[in-house]
């Protein structure tokens, strides 16, 4: 069982960084694969990013390649997303997932969720 609780969203200009937070309970949390989606207003969840269990290997989706920084710190249960550059498109609810999986982007494929924080970007 995995608990998940992410902070850290708010109100940001355009071109602004924030950094997300995803704290974890239980003690699996080192050996899953853990993801970040978004889900903007009137839009379906999609995938942003995912980290390897050992936190050595990241994807990204091609909308935030190279502004956003997905990391973990097993020591302390958390996992991180750094975005910088934010555009007003990044609006969204954010939500962070683990999966026992060993590498999948498919929400589906994600066993547990946190309850979202929101990050909203204006222009």
């Known amino acids: 069982q995995v608990h998940l609780v992410e902070s850290g969203g708010g109100l940001v200009q355009a071109g602004d960084s924030l950094r997300l937070l995803c704290a974890a309970s239980g003690r699996t949390f080192s050996t899953v694969l853990m993801g970040w989606f978004r889900q903007a207003p009137g839009k379906a969840r999609e995938f942003v990013s995912t980290?390897?269990?050992?936190?050595?290997?990241?994807s990204y989706a091609d909308s935030v390649k190279g502004r956003f920084t997905i990391s973990r710190d097993n020591a302390k249960n958390t996992m991180y997303l750094q975005m910088n550059s934010l555009k007003p498109e990044d609006t969204a609810v954010y939500y962070c997932a683990a999966s026992f999986r060993y590498y999948t982007q498919r929400e589906q494929e994600y066993d547990y969720w946190g309850q979202g924080t929101r990050v909203t970007v204006s222009k």
């Open positions: 980290i390897s269990a050992s936190g050595g290997s990241t």
